[in-house]
C-alpha cells in the first residue's frame, strides 16, 4: 500500500507542475490565466504566447503523463514491499498504470503550484494514455486532428477525441480479441469523460456559436508579443 501511495504521490506532484502558468510568468512576465480563454493549458499558450511557447508546454504536458505511466509506475515495485493489487482479479500492473496516470491528469487539472487552478487535462491525459495503449489514443488523436483542421475548433476536436477513445478501447477488445484489461477501459473512460467535462464552457460557447476558432495554420507569433510589436 505504501508504494502505492508514494507513486500516486509522485504523479501528482509532477502533473501538477503548471508548465503553461511558468511559461508566461517566466519568460513574458504574464500569467496566461488573464488572457485569451484563461485556462492554463496549451491550446491558450499557442494562443497569447505563440507557437514556439505553445509547442513546448504542449509536449510538457503530454510527456507528464506518459512519464508517470512509463516510469514512476515502475517505482512502486522498489518501494517496500512492493504494490498489491487491491482484490484479486485486478492485475497489479494494470492497477499501476490506472492510478499513476489518473494522478498525473488530476494534478495538471488541479495543480497544487497554482492554487489548484489547472488546465483541462486533453494532452496529460493523451500523453499517460499513450503510455498505457497506445493505439486506441492514436486513433483519437487522428479523430482530433481531422475534427480540428476541418473545422478550426480546438476544443471540439479534444472533445470529439475523447469521447470516441472508449469506443476505440471496446472494439479492439471485443471485435479483434486485444489483451485489454477491463479495468484499464473502466478508469480511462473515466478521465475521457472527465475531459469532456471539464470542456464544459466550450460545449456551451459552440451551442452558442461564439467559441474561438484558430484563423490560421500559420505559426503564430501569440497575442503578447504582437502587442509589443505594435505598442
Given at each position: 500500500?505504501?508504494?502505492?501511495?508514494v507513486?500516486?504521490?509522485l504523479c501528482?506532484?509532477i502533473g501538477?507542475?503548471?508548465?503553461?502558468?511558468?511559461?508566461?510568468?517566466?519568460?513574458?512576465k504574464?500569467?496566461i490565466?488573464e488572457?485569451?480563454s484563461?485556462?492554463?493549458g496549451?491550446?491558450?499558450?499557442?494562443?497569447?504566447?505563440?507557437?514556439?511557447?505553445?509547442?513546448i508546454?504542449?509536449?510538457?504536458?503530454?510527456?507528464?503523463?506518459?512519464?508517470?505511466t512509463?516510469?514512476?509506475s515502475?517505482?512502486?515495485?522498489?518501494?517496500?514491499?512492493?504494490?498489491?493489487?487491491?482484490?484479486?482479479?485486478?492485475?497489479?500492473?494494470?492497477?499501476l498504470?490506472?492510478f499513476?496516470?489518473?494522478?498525473?491528469?488530476i494534478?495538471?487539472?488541479?495543480?497544487?503550484?497554482?492554487n489548484?487552478?489547472?488546465?483541462?487535462?486533453?494532452?496529460t491525459?493523451?500523453?499517460m494514455?499513450?503510455?498505457?495503449?497506445?493505439?486506441?489514443?492514436?486513433?483519437?488523436?487522428?479523430?482530433?486532428?481531422?475534427?480540428?483542421?476541418?473545422?478550426r475548433?480546438?476544443?471540439?476536436?479534444?472533445?470529439?477525441?475523447?469521447l470516441?477513445y472508449?469506443?476505440?478501447q471496446?472494439?479492439?477488445?471485443y471485435?479483434l480479441?486485444?489483451?485489454?484489461?477491463?479495468?484499464i477501459i473502466?478508469?480511462?473512460?473515466?478521465?475521457?469523460?472527465?475531459?469532456?467535462?471539464k470542456?464544459?464552457?466550450?460545449?456551451k460557447?459552440?451551442?452558442?456559436?461564439?467559441?474561438?476558432?484558430?484563423?490560421?495554420?500559420?505559426?503564430?507569433?501569440?497575442?503578447?508579443?504582437?502587442?509589443?510589436?505594435?505598442?
Amino acid at each position: 500500500m505504501l508504494s502505492l501511495l508514494v507513486v500516486v504521490l509522485l504523479c501528482y506532484l509532477i502533473g501538477a507542475i503548471p508548465s503553461s502558468l511558468w511559461m508566461g510568468k517566466i519568460f513574458y512576465k504574464v500569467d496566461i490565466r488573464e488572457h485569451g480563454s484563461g485556462n492554463a493549458g496549451a491550446t491558450n499558450t499557442f494562443r497569447i504566447l505563440g507557437w514556439k511557447a505553445g509547442t513546448i508546454v504542449l509536449l510538457f504536458d503530454f510527456g507528464k503523463g506518459l512519464f508517470c505511466t512509463t516510469v514512476i509506475s515502475g517505482l512502486a515495485w522498489y518501494i517496500g514491499d512492493g504494490p498489491v493489487s487491491f482484490y484479486a482479479n485486478w492485475e497489479v500492473e494494470s492497477m499501476l498504470l490506472i492510478f499513476s496516470g489518473i494522478a498525473a491528469v488530476i494534478g495538471h487539472m488541479f495543480p497544487v503550484y497554482a492554487n489548484f487552478s489547472g488546465g483541462k487535462g486533453a494532452a496529460t491525459a493523451c500523453g499517460m494514455l499513450y503510455g498505457i495503449e497506445p493505439v486506441s489514443i492514436s486513433i483519437s488523436l487522428a479523430l482530433f486532428l481531422i475534427v480540428m483542421f476541418t473545422t478550426r475548433y480546438v476544443s471540439l476536436g479534444s472533445i470529439t477525441g475523447a469521447l470516441i477513445y472508449p469506443f476505440s478501447q471496446l472494439t479492439l477488445r471485443y471485435g479483434l480479441d486485444w489483451d485489454i484489461d477491463g479495468s484499464i477501459i473502466l478508469f480511462t473512460s473515466i478521465i475521457a469523460a472527465a475531459i469532456v467535462f471539464k470542456h464544459k464552457g466550450n460545449i456551451k460557447r459552440l451551442l452558442e456559436g461564439t467559441e474561438n476558432r484558430i484563423q490560421s495554420f500559420k505559426p503564430s507569433k501569440g497575442r503578447i508579443n504582437e502587442e509589443h510589436s505594435t505598442a
